[in-house]
């Protein structure tokens, strides 16, 4: 089969494409013959080797890159009763969906709606997941909670925007350009703006009668923390649940209490991910609102094996606007 792998970290170079064995499943195992995978800012943290030294995230390379994807059921591993061959089925964080196949853990695989395509499974796995348990367990939007989320046009970002209106909290967005505002907008925000190089913070204020939100959503990092501070009411919540703009290395814990006494979270998806009853969950109530028309995912592009490199570069230079998948053979 094809897969694209790396076999050291770095730029979009180090990229190689490798005719391997099909991999077989153990026990406890699913084999997916994949149609479909999500391309994330994951992917690209990996190929770079952010997770190099992660105890949430381990990976070791040589490794196939790609950590969710769609498809049939291939073959079981034994103790496996809960699935069947040709059944359509999605998981997310198991790396190897750059490939024709993959080899999943059972406990992490879900099924598919029929009425659902497969590209939407995919492309709602990483991303899906991520918005409803920072949405429902992080945030815990409701009616009357105020919220600011950051990258609002990005895969993320539209979800959170939906979710967190669906919930009935106020949602007010930021994005880089007017363009992406509107997809904001689009989405359900009840305002979007710019960063203006931090300003955005005396937006919010403005916006909240000079109280700042209950929660800022940051997945940037570097570039706007610290404003997200300021942006953030007394006693408020920050989620950094990514740094696409670069890690803060010199945050003092005294900030937060000078900011106004805010929580400062850094969440992961695996920790909200912890066995099969959860994660089935959380995907059929983002499956099921993609079938009501409650919920949308824009796919941003599509890719093959041949032009993953492309996606690579388009989430770097953060020119994509929803979310990229990649179309397997």
């Known amino acids: 089969m094809r897969a694209i792998q790396i076999d050291h970290y770095g730029g979009p170079e180090v990229i190689v494409r490798r005719e391997i064995p099909v991999?077989?499943?153990?026990?406890?195992?699913?084999?997916?013959?994949?149609?479909?995978?999500?391309?994330n800012f994951m992917d690209v943290h990996t190929r770079q080797g952010k997770y190099a030294g992660s105890r949430t995230y381990p990976v070791s390379i040589p490794t196939t890159l790609g950590i969710e994807g769609a498809g049939e059921v291939a073959a079981l591993g034994n103790g496996v009763t809960e699935f069947a061959p040709s059944d359509r089925v999605a998981y997310c964080l198991t790396w190897g969906s750059y490939a024709e196949y993959a080899v999943v853990p059972a406990w992490r695989v879900v099924p598919v709606p029929d009425a659902l395509p497969l590209d939407r499974a995919a492309a709602a796995m990483f991303h899906g997941l991520t918005a409803h348990y920072l949405v429902n367990d992080i945030g815990q939007l409701k009616?009357?909670?105020?919220?600011?989320?950051?990258?609002a046009s990005g895969g993320i970002g539209q979800l959170l925007v939906q979710l967190g209106t669906r919930l009935g909290a106020t949602v007010f967005a930021t994005t880089s350009t007017e363009a992406k505002a509107e997809v904001a907008r689009q989405r359900g925000a009840a305002a979007a703006f710019l960063y203006d190089d931090g300003r955005f913070a005396e937006t919010v204020r403005?916006?909240?009668?000079?109280?700042?939100?209950?929660?800022?959503?940051?997945?940037?990092?570097?570039?706007?923390?610290?404003?997200?501070?300021?942006?953030?009411r007394r006693r408020g919540l920050v989620v950094s649940f990514g740094s696409?703009?670069?890690?803060?290395?010199?945050?003092?814990?005294?900030?937060?209490?000078?900011?106004?006494?805010?929580?400062?979270?850094?969440p992961r998806l695996a920790d909200h991910l912890l066995d099969?009853?959860?994660?089935?969950?959380?995907a059929a109530d983002i499956f099921g609102a993609l079938l009501e028309g409650t919920l949308s995912i824009k796919i941003a592009g599509r890719y093959s094996l041949d032009t993953v490199e492309e996606a690579h570069a388009a989430l770097e230079e953060r020119r994509v606007v929803g979310k990229p998948i990649l179309d397997l053979p």
């Open 244 to 266: 696409v703009g670069g890690p803060v290395r010199d945050l003092d814990p005294i900030e937060l209490g000078e900011a106004g006494s805010l929580f400062l979270t850094r």
């Open 206 to 232: 403005d916006l909240t009668g000079g109280q700042g939100v209950d929660v800022v959503f940051d997945p940037i990092g570097k570039p706007t923390l610290r404003d997200s501070f300021r942006a953030t």
């Open 276 to 282: 099969a009853p959860t994660i089935r969950r959380r």
């Open 143 to 151: 009616p009357g909670v105020t919220c600011l989320v950051h990258s």
């Open 23 to 39: 991999p077989q499943p153990g026990p406890g195992e699913v084999l997916i013959r994949l149609r479909h995978s999500g391309i």
